[in-house]
């Protein structure tokens, strides 16, 4: 069974930065991509960002290039997002996610299979 486990999440003012990591277990489970979505009260959940797992591809929501990084660690088996220039709209539930399947868009949320039980990140203006 796939085990998710979000940290890092907390309060940060605007304009700060705040990294989170996603601990994923077992080792050897099959993923072809894994990504970072969030969701703000009221709000559908929403796509931040992914990495295809092989070839290292990275893909990010336009409202945050540039100020977010999605990277992954093979040895540590970890996922983190490195959000820099936060804004009060970046507030949300953070969720890492894997895509068990091949093919399909990256950015659609529907095809993440396997969830973590997300953190939550605060930005005060």
């Known amino acids: 069974q796939v085990q998710l486990v979000e940290s890092g999440g907390g309060l940060v003012q605007a304009g700060g930065s705040l990294r989170l990591s996603c601990a994923a277990s077992?080792?050897?489970?099959?993923?072809?991509?894994m990504g970072w979505l969030r969701q703000a009260p009221g709000k559908e959940r929403e796509f931040v960002a992914a990495i295809a797992w092989t070839v290292g591809s990275t893909y990010y929501a336009d409202s945050v290039k540039r100020r977010f990084t999605i990277s992954r660690d093979n040895a540590k088996n970890t996922l983190d997002l490195q959000m820099n220039s936060l804004k009060p709209a970046d507030a949300a539930v953070y969720y890492c996610a894997s895509k068990g399947r091949p093919g399909g868009d990256l950015t659609y949320t529907d095809l993440y299979n396997d969830w973590g039980q997300g953190t939550q990140v605060t930005v005060s203006s």
């Open positions: 077992p080792r050897t489970f099959v993923r072809y991509a």
